[in-house]
């Protein structure tokens, strides 16, 4: 197994972000975590399905988290998460991107976090440097934006629908 950019896990070429502890305790507990790293210290959800299972071609089943790998194929993975409906996804609050077009015409609700999140290494330990850029919480249908409403995350929440 290679090391990628920043030290990251790499299999098959990309890289695996752990999405911090905290930030998925405070919003599950899951169902499905479609798109999870093949080595995790903690779970994310119930089930998982890893980059050798291929998330997006699996069937989906009830309380989505979806940290999707932050590359050309994001914009499926938001679809997939749209299409299913009870689904959180977690991306770089790049409002400006094509990508970001498709939120802002599906999505429930927005949770724009305040500050930067800092991701983990597959062995759990803490990245040296924060993400590098805002990230947001996408809301798939009415009930998963009321969590993110309520949610104790500091951001500011953003109904849509």
């Given amino acids: ?4 950019i920043a030290g990251h896990q790499v299999h098959g070429g990309h890289e695996e972000w752990l999405t911090p502890k ?15 790293p093949i080595e995790r210290p903690w779970p ?6 890893t980059i050798e299972d291929d ?6 089943f009830g309380r989505v988290w979806c940290n999707p790998p932050y590359d050309d194929k994001s ?11 009870n689904a959180i996804a977690l991306i770089f ?12 015409q599906r999505a429930h609700g927005l949770l724009f976090l305040r500050g930067r999140l ?24 009415a009930g998963t934006a009321a969590h993110l409403r309520s949610a104790w995350l500091r951001g500011h929440f953003v109904p849509l629908r």
């Fill in 1 to 4: 197994m290679a090391k990628g």
């Fill in 22 to 36: 905290w930030l998925v305790d405070e919003l599950g507990p899951f169902d499905l975590d479609p798109c999870s």
């Fill in 44 to 49: 994310t959800a119930w089930h998982h399905y």
């Fill in 55 to 60: 998330g997006l071609a699996q069937p989906w």
């Fill in 75 to 85: 914009g499926a993975w938001l679809d997939r998460c749209a299409d299913h409906g």
């Fill in 93 to 104: 609050a790049r409002t400006e991107t094509k990508t970001f077009e498709k939120v802002w």
């Fill in 118 to 141: 800092t991701f983990h290494y597959v062995d759990g330990t803490k990245a040296r440097a924060n993400g590098g850029a805002p990230s947001v919480l996408i809301a798939y249908d």
